[in-house]
């Protein structure tokens, strides 16, 4: 069955440091990857995607992930974090016409 | 562009009672519209899949008669939580993904927070 793993529930970083987040996911073909952000009550926005091409894939606000067939992984990245970055981030994997969703990481940003 | 509004932001109502929660395409049709539910400090679970003129396919555990999906229109999807019970208070969540090419992403409405109380 298809499925996201995300290891860390809750993560914290000083600000200015650099963060990675962890996905493991398990799909059969080739995966159609996701990066969503998610603050307080809101609705996701949709960080980065990986179909095809470059493993390497750059998003929005600084954010970036990388593609590791190997390792069926796709960690995302941030080489400095700034406090408006704390949030809860999901990874989903693309089954069909659905996503199937990590349980989140839970990003805390200290002074 | 692809912009999805989910409205209300909030309700509360009380237990017994039915809520309607609307998803509209802004920019864009949607032949397709997802309605997912978030419980506190959880991933999203998606609950069904709603389809433009024809039923919603539902996740297996989902009651039908109970999240009741409508999409009447291309830009609109609802969903109605009928005869609400305080289990039923979550987030609800819409999302959709636009035509214009197949390597987008999938676009989110802001959510619902529901209490039944």
């Known amino acids: 069955a298809q499925s996201v793993t995300q290891p860390d529930i809750h993560i914290t970083v000083s600000e200015g440091a650099s963060l990675e987040l962890r996905c493991n996911y398990s799909?059969?073909?080739?995966?159609?990857l996701f990066w969503y952000v998610q603050s307080p009550g809101q609705g996701l926005q949709l960080l980065l995607k990986?179909?095809?091409?470059?493993?390497l894939v750059q998003g929005i606000k600084g954010f970036e992930a990388e593609f590791k067939r190997s390792q069926s992984s796709f960690n995302l990245r941030k080489p400095s974090v700034h406090w408006s970055d704390a949030a809860e981030y999901f990874c989903?994997?693309?089954?069909?016409?659905?996503?199937?969703f990590g349980a989140g990481t839970i990003l805390r940003v200290k002074s | 562009g692809a912009v999805v509004s989910q409205h209300p932001s909030r309700v509360i109502c009380k237990s017994g009672t039915s809520v309607k929660i609307e998803c509209r395409s802004l920019?864009?049709?949607?032949?397709?519209m997802f309605w997912y539910r978030q419980f506190p400090k959880q991933s999203l679970m998606l609950m069904a899949t709603?389809?433009?003129?024809?039923?919603?396919?539902?996740e297996q555990g989902v009651e039908k008669d109970k999240f009741l999906i409508n999409h009447a229109s291309l830009t609109l999807s609802t969903l109605t939580v009928t005869s609400a019970h305080p289990e039923d208070s979550s987030f609800y969540i819409c999302?959709?993904?636009?035509?214009?090419?197949?390597?987008?992403?999938?676009?989110f409405g802001s959510g619902t927070r529901l209490t039944v109380v």
């Open positions: 990986y179909f095809s091409g470059d493993t």
């Open positions: 920019d864009f049709q949607a032949t397709t």
């Open positions: 999302s959709a993904r636009p035509p214009w090419g197949l390597n987008y992403g999938y676009t």
């Open positions: 799909y059969g073909a080739t995966p159609y």
């Open positions: 709603s389809n433009e003129g024809s039923k919603a396919t539902y």
């Open positions: 989903a994997v693309r089954y069909g016409n659905k996503l199937v």
